[in-house]
Every structure is written in C-alpha cells, then in structure tokens.
C-alpha cells in the first residue's frame, strides 16, 4: 500500500470509530499532494461535513507562526535573538529563583527555556492574580494578565532548562511592541501575508467555516461545553474555552489563539522545509528546523528548535517518526511533522480535544504514512 492509501483507510477507520469527529489531513511529498482528505463532521449535531476550507481552532500551531514572525523581523534588523524581553516589554520582569530579575531573551522565548511554565496553577489562583494561559477566555489584556507573573519566581534560570510554557504569548507581545499595532497585524505583514495564508488569524475569517470543537469523553466526544477543563490536576490540565476566538477583548494569544485551514499551516512549514522560499534565508530557515537547545534534554527523545521537536530518538520518543523528524501539534487536536530526509510534510487538523493532539491518534497518523 501507498502513504495515501495507508493514511485513506486510517483517517476513514478512526471517524468511523468515533475516534476522530472531523479532520483535515494532508500530506505532501517534494512539494505536491499525495493525499488531501477532508473526513467526518466539521458540526456532527448539524451533520454538516468537514471540508478541506474548514478552520479550526489552532492551539499550539499558532506557535511556529509567531515564532517564524520573529525570525522574519529578526532577519529584517527589527529585533535580535539576544534582545532582553524586558527592553521591549519593560512591564514583564519576572524574578529569578534567586530573587535577581530574570535575564530572560527572545531566544530563550523561542526555545522554551525562559524559566515560564505551563503551570494549572496559576490558573487557580486567586481572583486579581489568576492568569489565562491562552486557551481560556479572558477581557484582560496581554499586560494585564502577564504582569501578574512578576510575583512568581520563574521556575529556573532561563536558559539552564526545557519547559513547555506560554513563552510565546510573551513573544507575541514583544511582536506587537515592536510593530505598534496588533500582533496579528504583525503575523499579517511578515508572514501570512506573504504566503498566501488567507485564514490564519487571531479571529475567525468566515464563521460558517469553523468547525465546532469537541471535547473527549467515554464513549464518543461531546461538543465541549465553555468553559471546559481538561486533563486531571496530578498530571496536566487546561482550561479551554470555544467562544474565546469569538472575543476581541481577549489578548491576541501568541502560544494558543490563532485559528485558520490546514493548508494554511501546510504553506508555512513548506516554505520552512524547502529553506525559507523567499521569506526567510537559508541559514535562519535551517535554523529553524534544527537543534537550539544543545545538550538540553526536551521532551524524552527530542531537543527543540525554533518551531517544534526535533526528534533524536525515536525509541526513547516513542515514535514512528525517524530521526531528524520536526513535530508538534495543538491541543484543540492538531498535529504536524516534517521529515526533512523524505522531503514529507504532514498536517492533521481535528476537531477533538485531547485526541487529536496528546491521543493515540497522532501516533496512529505517523505509524500510517512509515508503514510501521
């Protein structure tokens, strides 16, 4: 069997399961479709069908179009790497486990080793320090609600660890400062526009397009009530919120908020596969695919570049993906990967929170388009 015929009969199999509710799955080999499959309900209730325009939620895949924003203004003299955080957003100075300002760069904020964490608790917090971590809604803005992070000693020394975190909200703002309007106005200039990425934005381009989010459960997924908290609090939680995008007084979250089709995440990571295109140079396209962490252990198996995961063992990932492999995804129930090697780049869009990001699903995906 082909890739495409391989991932056909998975994406058919985990719908008719109830696995999956809605998808977008394409896959793309030296630069051309070898599968564009549209599956399942974009609104199950509605029976209205996934297509291949639908827009989801992003999560987390607004990351690599904030952080290639910041490559982009980098490359442009606007910024640099090694900027302090705090020479552009003098409001953020979140201390240092020992009590020092914390020295924290854009680079750091690219990498996730700025001492931020994805912390549940400091969305339990009480009422005047409570943060929203991007997902859940929120009227404060970017300042107000991050500033309350000056109270709370950064987890380590930025730059001494990896920690997953909202590092790219905090970039996203930096983006914004320096821009002197909004941050998707920024993400428009340098990159969207450029490419051709008519629905990637921090609102929805055309409602009767958006798929309707759906949140785990026994059985079948439900259509995910707002709010909704996930996960438990021993290991990870989140609190999700639907209607957020819909909210124009809500931040415009650089880690979360963006939402759009998959081919518009499809020409941003083919443009980073095939070396920057004419967005970016060569050098800092190969950078961003590549190693920014040195000996920093990410998650096991990985080290992180400036967009996602590098994969340096697959045994230890627990992955199909080969080693060299870039992969992340988002929480809303997205995943990605480039496989440099094979000249593969593969994009998932679903509908269902946690699945089709941190589920078995993504795991299935990769297993599907190697044959393992």
């Not at 240092?96 to 339990?124: N, Q, V, W």
């Not at 078995?360 to 990769?366: I, Q, S």
Request: with cysteine; charged share 20%; aromatic share 8%.
């Amino acid at each position: 069997m082909s890739i495409a015929d391989r991932v056909n009969a998975l994406v058919d199999r985990v719908v008719d399961e109830e696995r999956i509710t809605g998808a977008v799955v394409l896959v793309y080999q030296d630069g051309q479709p070898i599968l564009e499959k549209a599956a399942g309900f974009a609104d199950r209730e509605a029976g209205l069908p996934a297509r291949l325009d639908t827009i989801f939620r992003y999560a987390s895949v607004t990351k690599p179009m904030v952080a290639v924003t910041a490559l982009v203004m980098v490359e442009k003299g606007l910024l640099k790497l090694d900027d302090r955080v705090s020479q552009y957003l003098p409001w953020f100075r979140p201390k240092a486990p020992d009590g020092r300002e914390g020295a924290i760069t854009i680079r750091h904020l690219l990498t996730h080793t700025s001492g931020l964490l994805y912390d549940p608790a400091l969305e339990l917090l009480p009422e005047g320090q409570r943060m929203t971590l991007g997902l859940g809604n929120t009227n404060l803005s970017l300042e107000d609600n991050f500033s309350r992070h000056n109270a709370i000693p950064l987890a380590f020394e930025p730059g001494s660890r990896w920690a997953y975190s909202f590092a790219t909200d905090i970039l996203g703002g930096v983006l914004a400062a320096i821009h002197g309007g909004t941050l998707e106005e920024a993400v428009i200039q340098h990159v969207a526009g450029p490419l051709g990425m008519a629905d990637a934005r921090f609102h929805v381009t055309d409602p009767a397009r958006l798929a309707v989010a759906y949140a785990d459960h026994p059985g079948r997924p439900v259509r995910m009530p707002d709010p909704w908290v996930s996960g438990d609090e021993e290991n990870w939680r989140t609190v999700f919120s639907p209607g957020r995008i819909f909210n124009p007084k809500a931040f415009q979250s650089g880690g979360a908020g963006m939402a759009g089709t998959a081919h518009d995440v499809m020409k941003l990571l083919e443009m980073l596969r095939t070396h920057g295109g004419h967005l970016l140079s060569t050098e800092m396209a190969r950078a961003a695919l590549s190693n920014q962490i040195g000996e920093i252990q990410g998650e096991p198996g990985y080290r992180f570049t400036f967009v996602g995961g590098l994969v340096t063992d697959p045994a230890a990932a627990m992955t199909a993906l080969p080693k060299g492999a870039i992969q992340w995804g988002g929480v809303y129930g997205n995943t990605w990967f480039i496989d440099p090697a094979e000249r593969l780049t593969v994009v998932s869009l679903t509908n269902n929170a946690l699945e089709g990001c941190n589920g078995a699903y993504p795991e299935m995906l990769r297993a599907a388009v190697y044959g393992r």
